[in-house]
């Protein structure tokens, strides 16, 4: 069965085939077509039904909407690049093949959910969709080298990009919005660069097992929380707008050697752990760490939170080049202060620490200098 195009009843899935044939329901850029029978009360819906997709560069490819063998949904000609749309489709849409991604190509809408799974295809390329009211997953393309998704605005649930054995790059310059779910991109072991140029805001990105991710673009992204992990050739990460969040967390990045988080001012958590190359954290914002910060097995020489007044639980521990911790304007820990296994460590300066529940320095041998009543009250450095 297939439903979808234009129903206003319940959703059921829409798999795809080259023998269907389309009725357009709407343009998303103002001007309607209408290639095929419609369904009831189509006609009533047709004129402005869609957004305004504005100006949108589409892939090249026939004015046929042909594509040249290497790929799928290469576009349509003028229509593409004007931004010209003429199908929404009201429920889900399960690609299984290169002709069903074909018919895709003039689609600017789609309620539901998009998913495109075991397709046989080198190139993905939908220029005119701008949004997706459910979830859109990439997953098992073993052949895909690319995806393009140019005028993809909003996304209303889920992004799964995940097992795509060949996929190198993937761009959303457009999207703004993702859903209250999670965005996971795993496992995609050719995959070098990911880019959300525009994103704002995201509600769980996780980012893990991408062995030859180099590049990660979140230039706009403001709050949200982030799991970045066990991408082995991934050398730097920067969120310059990131400003609220309520997790992030960095683990086992084998090449990781710069963080930067520019304007983070406050976090429930911070985890910073086993990226053993990483010499570079600058965190000159940061005020509030409501649960745990936590640094360990970095190659750090020195560790400074210059404005950080509270923190639930600090645990600094097995990082081999530390020499200093400065945490200048601390006032409060909730819980623990855990200094450990830190070979090279001289100095703590904590001047305005007060009482800590639980502060555990030791086995830091070159320890020498603790700057605070709190740390010499507990007899934190030698005597």
């Not at 009843?9 to 829409?14: C, E, K, N, S, Y």
């Not at 190198?168 to 779910?181: A, I």
Request: a negative charge.
């Amino acid at each position: 069965m297939r439903r979808g195009w234009g129903s206003q009843g319940a959703r059921m899935p829409v798999v795809l085939a080259s023998a269907v044939a389309l009725t357009s329901l709407s343009s998303c850029g103002g001007l309607t077509q209408n290639d095929g029978p419609a369904d009831d009360g189509a006609a009533d819906n047709a004129a402005g039904a869609g957004p305004d997709s504005g100006d949108v560069d589409g892939a090249g490819g026939s004015s046929d909407g042909s594509t040249d063998g290497t790929g799928a949904g290469m576009g349509t000609g003028a229509d593409a690049g004007m931004g010209v749309c003429t199908h929404v489709i009201d429920g889900d849409v399960e690609a299984a093949n290169e002709e069903d991604l074909e018919q895709l190509v003039d689609v600017c809408s789609i309620a539901g959910s998009l998913t495109m799974e075991g397709l046989a295809v080198t190139h993905i390329q939908l220029p005119v969709l701008e949004s997706i009211g459910g979830a859109l997953r990439i997953a098992s393309n073993d052949m895909l080298t690319a995806v393009s998704l140019p005028a993809l605005r909003s996304l209303g649930s889920a992004l799964h990009i995940e097992e795509n054995a060949s996929l190198v790059s993937v761009k959303w310059p457009v999207l703004e919005t993702v859903g209250e779910e999670s965005t996971y991109v795993l496992h995609n072991a050719s995959l070098e660069e990911l880019s959300f140029a525009s994103l704002r805001s995201v509600v769980d990105l996780n980012i893990q097992s991408n062995d030859s991710l180099t590049t990660l673009d979140l230039p706009g992204v403001t709050t949200g929380q982030f799991v970045v992990g066990a991408n082995q050739q991934l050398a730097s990460l920067s969120l310059p707008a990131l400003t609220t969040s309520q997790g992030l967390s960095l683990e086992s990045n084998a090449s990781l050697a710069a963080v930067s988080l520019p304007a983070l001012v406050s976090t429930d958590r911070l985890r910073i752990n086993s990226s053993s190359a990483l010499k570079t954290l600058d965190v000159p914002a940061l005020t509030t760490v409501a649960y745990e910060l936590v640094v360990g097995v970095t190659s750090l020489p020195a560790l400074s939170f210059p404005v950080l007044t509270s923190v639930g639980t600090l645990s600094v521990t097995s990082n081999a080049w530390l020499e200093s911790i400065s945490l200048p304007a601390l006032e409060s820990v909730g819980a623990s202060f855990y200094v450990k296994d830190n070979n090279l460590l001289t100095e703590i300066h904590a001047p305005a620490l007060g009482p800590v529940k639980t502060l555990i320095v030791d086995l830091n041998p070159s320890l020498v200098v603790c700057d605070g009543v709190t740390l010499n009250d507990w007899g934190a450095c030698p005597p």
